[in-house]
Nanobody, 115 residues
Framework: QVQLAESGGGLVQAGGSLRLSCAASGISRSINVMGWYRQAPGKQRELVADITRIGARNYADSVKGRFTISRDSAKNTVYLQMNSLKPEDTAVYYC?????????WGQGTQVTVSS
């Protein structure tokens, strides 16, 4: 059974940094795409960033230059380094992986940025 374990959320002041981690277990083959989405109250879930098996990265315009996504394929883990955080980054952040034809989501981790 595939499970995603997220960590690293919390409360930070504007301008601060956080690093999110998501480790996938129960997977025997390489993961195609690993990424992060977020959902703020009253808003739709949106892509933050994702990274393919060969390292191609995709970022939302709102986080370009501030967030960096990376992965350790040997550990089936994806990271999101978030710098220069803004109050509008406040949301629940979800890890998402694409493995073959299947998509899996983490349970979410809260990120709150105070002004």
């Amino acid at each position: 059974q595939v499970q995603l374990a997220e960590s690293g959320g919390g409360l930070v002041q504007a301008g601060g940094s956080l690093r999110l981690s998501c480790a996938a277990s129960g997977i025997s083959r390489s993961i195609n795409v690993m990424g992060w989405y977020r959902q703020a109250p009253g808003k739709q879930r949106e892509l933050v960033a994702d990274i393919t098996r060969i390292g191609a990265r995709n970022y939302a315009d709102s986080v370009k230059g501030r967030f960096t996504i990376s992965r350790d394929s040997a550990k089936n883990t994806v990271y999101l380094q978030m710098n220069s955080l803004k109050p509008e980054d406040t949301a629940v952040y979800y890890c998402r992986i694409v493995h073959g034809l299947d998509v899996y989501w983490g349970q979410g981790t809260q990120v709150t940025v105070s002004s």
